[in-house]
């Protein structure tokens, strides 16, 4: 018996050293299986990954989109409060008062400057002044009354305007070959 058994514990430590060639196949093709799952597993984790990262991406930027149109609304708010404000300060009974805390006074006597280069017109400048109003416009050529009902005298623009176009005129003609030629 203790042959026999020996015999067999001995084929049974040679057995498990020496593999036949089908256990060998399988283990191999476990080890295979293995690797390929663990892949699977780890391209599936990969996969779940960057799809939590975009839905995060996605949820944060639409979070800062409704962020941004609260502060715009919030914006325009204040910016249509500012507008009525101002509007409210341009009516000319707030204007009339301001002006009579800060210490104005409406005027009693108007008095016209005289400036060189500036004289009274000659009625055909005084024509001219009343065309560059514009079509169906011309400018009221009476002297302007003052407080007390008497006429003061009025300065009409002399040839300053003929001053200006020529000089503006000579700048037009001179810019181009100055400007190195180019148009």
Do not use: C
């Amino acid at each position: 018996m203790i042959t026999g058994r020996s015999s067999s514990l001995s084929h049974h430590l040679r057995g498990s050293s020496v593999e036949s060639p089908t256990e060998k196949g399988r283990e191999g093709f476990e080890a295979k299986t293995a690797v390929g799952y663990l892949l699977i597993l780890i391209l599936v984790s990969l996969i779940g990954w960057l799809y939590l990262t975009q839905a995060s991406q996605v949820t944060t930027t639409g979070y800062r989109i409704y962020e941004l149109e609260r502060e715009r609304a919030r914006l325009q708010r204040e910016n249509a409060q500012l507008m009525l404000e101002i509007a409210e300060l341009e009516r000319m009974e707030v204007v009339e008062a301001r002006a009579r805390q800060l210490g104005f006074v409406p005027p009693t006597q108007v008095k016209y400057l005289t400036v060189a280069d500036y004289p009274a017109g000659s009625p055909a400048q005084e024509q001219d002044l009343a065309t560059l109003g514009g079509e169906g416009q011309a400018w009221d050529s009476s002297p302007p009354k003052g407080n007390s009902g008497e006429e003061t005298k009025a300065v009409a623009p002399a040839g300053w305007w003929e001053k200006l176009s020529s000089q503006f005129n000579l700048w037009v003609t001179v810019q181009p070959s100055s400007a190195g030629g180019t148009p």
